[in-house]
């Protein structure tokens, strides 16, 4: 008896072992099972939701969206190609809406929808602070509105962006759908690094396939001023980051480089050094107080860059 039950515990155990390394790896039995049980009951249906995505998990449908006309560009309009990684895409932990109704809207697919977090354009569905600087802009008396045009893709390194990359050809088509919407594109603002912190990427390599997509911008008919923000900062493992941050980094180096090589590139946002640790709701991604602080920092830098325009 007791060598029956030692032997059936023993079948037992390998049975369950099996079956979690077959599960895991995807050997047999575990496909043939799972496509069976599929077949049997069926695929579980998706549960609804508000939100659609494309194949890149870009956020291209909110049944929330206000539709309105898009407005007319005048000199006092500001067009913003917002483009980079999670802290320009929907990762804020803050969401924002327009103020002013239709005078700030989200730049879509050739349509425009009244601002407010998520934007469509890019990933996620949390909160943004773009929508935070456009009011700001508008409170400030320098514009009456706002095109908010985002591309921005979490976890992206910048050689996506560049020529061959997959981000690349979208890039041109966004370019593409402002021009045909009678807008002419006023600031690029750029806000990514982190990624290429973390898996190594030289500061060389990073100033080439920057410039590479600044390339792409210039070829598409985008004179506007690029702003490339100093942004490598990401910590925890939990976000794909390191446990602690060494400001003087490739990244770094290679953004500030960039920001003063000319070719209409300008230095942004500096968010490794304005934002601390309450400003970032995870040790990386921006939340409230640091939306307030970004979009302020922002705000400043496109209110003295058009005013030193105008006093050429």
């Known amino acids: 008896m007791q060598k029956t039950t030692a032997v059936g515990l023993a079948a037992l155990i390998a049975t369950y072992f099996l079956g979690g390394m077959s599960a895991r790896h995807e050997i047999f ?9 599929k077949m049997v009951g069926g695929e579980k249906p998706a549960a609804p939701s508000r939100y659609t995505f494309d194949d890149k998990e870009r956020l291209i449908g909110d049944e929330s969206k206000t539709l309105v006309n898009c407005p007319t560009q005048t000199d006092r309009t500001a067009v913003l190609l917002i483009l980079g990684q999670s802290n320009a895409a929907n990762d804020g932990g803050q969401r924002h ?24 354009g890019s990933t996620d569905t949390k909160g943004e602070y773009w929508t935070l600087l456009a009011n700001n802009l508008i409170a400030s008396g320098q514009y009456d509105s706002v095109i908010l045009a985002p591309l921005a893709y979490s976890g992206s390194e910048v050689a996506r962006w560049a020529t061959g990359g997959d981000i690349n050809p979208v890039l ?10 009678g807008y002419r594109i006023t600031s690029v603002l750029w806000v990514q690094g982190e990624k290429d912190l973390v898996i190594g990427t030289t500061a ?8 590479s997509m600044v390339d792409t911008l ?7 001023p690029v702003y490339i923000s100093i942004a490598s900062k990401c910590l925890e493992p939990s976000n794909g980051g390191f446990k602690e941050h060494i400001p003087d980094n490739a990244i770094v180096r290679a953004q500030l480089a960039l920001s003063k090589s000319g070719h209409g590139i300008r230095e942004g946002v500096n968010s490794d050094e304005l934002l601390d640790g309450e400003d970032r709701y995870d040790d990386c991604h921006i939340g409230g107080t640091g939306a307030e602080k970004v979009s302020r920092a922002w705000m400043n830098l496109l209110r003295g860059d058009v005013y030193l325009e105008s006093s050429r």
Request: charged share 30%.
């Open 29 to 37: 039995p575990w496909p043939q099972l799972s496509a069976l049980r």
């Open 97 to 120: 809406r327009s103020d002013y109704g239709a005078r700030v809207v989200n730049a879509f697919d050739k349509r425009c929808y009244i601002a407010a977090s998520p934007l469509l």
């Open 172 to 181: 041109v088509d966004t370019v593409k759908e402002l021009r045909d919407s």
């Open 204 to 211: 060389e390599a990073y100033q080439e396939r920057f410039m």
């Open 218 to 224: 210039r070829q598409h008919g985008v004179e506007a």
